[in-house]
């Protein structure tokens, strides 16, 4: 199938991303408690201007490590900003990927891909290079808006995470949003 050119956030609106409502609704610590513990090598996937990234890379600990990607330089200058000169900059590695890879080698035991699958070219794909990079225990958490991203388009991006050899492993109660925790498959 061809790529599709899809809508991103623009950097301009990251605050949108980040407040203290979101905060309230989405509390990035209650959401993740499940899944990051210390000494993880985890993946925030579309960080955006760092909501999630910054309270896993409190989660993980000192011995942890983040790769928090983004297409959008901006976004990510936004993280490295709010981490500059604080303990957590030394556990996030910012990485800058193309639309259509990660670009990535190093392996993880989580990965986040909080309001991003909408976004991306060939979501596909994505999975497919996802599935490489986790770890055999490793979890994925997909969550999408709900009022953007209607239960046909949601089911259809399960469908593609399972044909990438995906397991789904339940839903996870988010305000406002559509969720999958998928478990990879051992044969990796
Ligand atoms: C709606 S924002 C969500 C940001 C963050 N996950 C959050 O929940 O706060 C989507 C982010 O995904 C990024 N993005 C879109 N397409 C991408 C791609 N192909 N690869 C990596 N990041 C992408 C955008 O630049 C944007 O920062």
């Known amino acids: 199938m061809k790529n599709e050119k899809k809508q991103i956030c623009p950097a301009e609106k990251a605050w949108h991303l980040d407040n203290g409502i979101r905060r309230w609704l989405q509390n990035p610590r209650k959401i993740l408690r499940p899944f990051i513990g210390e ?22 600990g000192c011995s942890g490590r983040v790769i928090a990607v983004d297409l959008q330089q901006e976004m990510l200058e936004k993280l490295k900003n709010r981490i500059c000169g604080t303990g ?13 890879e990660i670009g990535i080698i190093e392996k993880v035991d989580f990965a986040l891909c909080f309001y991003l699958v909408h976004e991306l070219p060939s979501p ?5 290079e996802l599935k490489n990079l986790l770890k055999p225990e490793g979890m994925v958490f997909i969550a999408e808006p709900s009022f953007h991203v209607p239960q046909k388009a949601f089911s259809d991006t399960v469908e593609k995470a399972i044909n990438a050899g995906f397991i789904p492993a339940g839903m996870w109660k988010v305000f406002f949003s559509k969720t999958m925790i998928l478990k990879n498959t051992n044969d990796s």
């Open 124 to 128: 596909a794909q994505f999975f497919r």
């Open 39 to 60: 000494g993880m090598t985890v993946l925030d996937m579309g960080c955006g201007p760092g909501f999630f990234a910054l309270e896993m890379a409190r989660m993980v």
């Open 88 to 100: 957590l900059a030394d556990r996030i590695t910012l990485h800058q990927s193309a639309a259509d």
